[in-house]
């Protein structure tokens, strides 16, 4: 599969952020057939890259000292062009900054902000570092999705504030959910989510990651510590998962369907 390419608003980056990088390597690494190559400790941090089939697909990261209440989660990030700019329209549509632009030595500029209705989202400006090698492959990411407590508020949000041109894939007081781009060609989704998510769970993206067998993963990962947050189930999109790794970084797995 070719390498994909990303225009500005595109989901083209994900990262987890965990207590235990080492273990979650192993997680990954066992789960989806990952390969991990670590950065300078001083300049990046000890950022790792996981690879699948020698294509970066993620990246992992180890809590700061002041981030050690936080729960480990993973965090998606919309390309921009400018990430200065990008910062400037996300406070005028109403979002938060709360993380400024900041280079990251050779490869980007990156900028954490929350939107309106209370969702993490990073920025990426990218120079050496590009994004995505592999997607909607096995052991790549297939799909970013935002759960929004805040739905309305949300989409506009986007629009404004990263370019997007949203279609509405349906609309009825049961299911409400928007897609940046149309049809096959859709790259991330917006959720009303308000009715279904648990009391107390914000706002916030989620990664799909693919395997070739939703339940053998389950299995999979309960049996290396994780968890089941919701059994795998089929919708017209396929057939999907809940789960948790170890630490408790929750993320959706996505398994392909025959057509028809």
Known sequence: MPTPTFVPGDPCWADLMTDDVEGAKKFYGELLGWTFEGSDEETYGGYVTAYKDGKQVAGIMAKQPDQAQM???????????????????????????????MTVPEMGVMAIAEDPSG??????????????????????????ELNSRGYDAAVEFYR????????????TPEFRYTTLGEGESARAGIFDADAFLPEGVPSHW???LVVDDADAAVKQIVDNGGSVLREPWNDPHGRHAHVADPQGAPFMLHQSLPQG
Not at 79 to 85: C, F, H, L, V, W
């Open 119 to 144: 969702a993490v989202i990073g920025v990426w400006e990218p120079l050496g570092h590009t994004g995505y090698q592999l997607v909607n492959e096995t052991g790549s990411v297939g799909w970013h």
């Open 160 to 171: 404004k504030a990263f370019g997007w041109e949203t279609s509405v894939m349906e609309d």
């Open 206 to 208: 989620q990664i799909f």
């Open 71 to 101: 729960p480990s989660t993973w965090s998606i990030y919309l390309q921009s062009t400018d990430a200065e700019a990008t910062s400037a329209a996300i406070t005028e549509a109403g979002g938060n900054v709360f993380v400024p632009p």
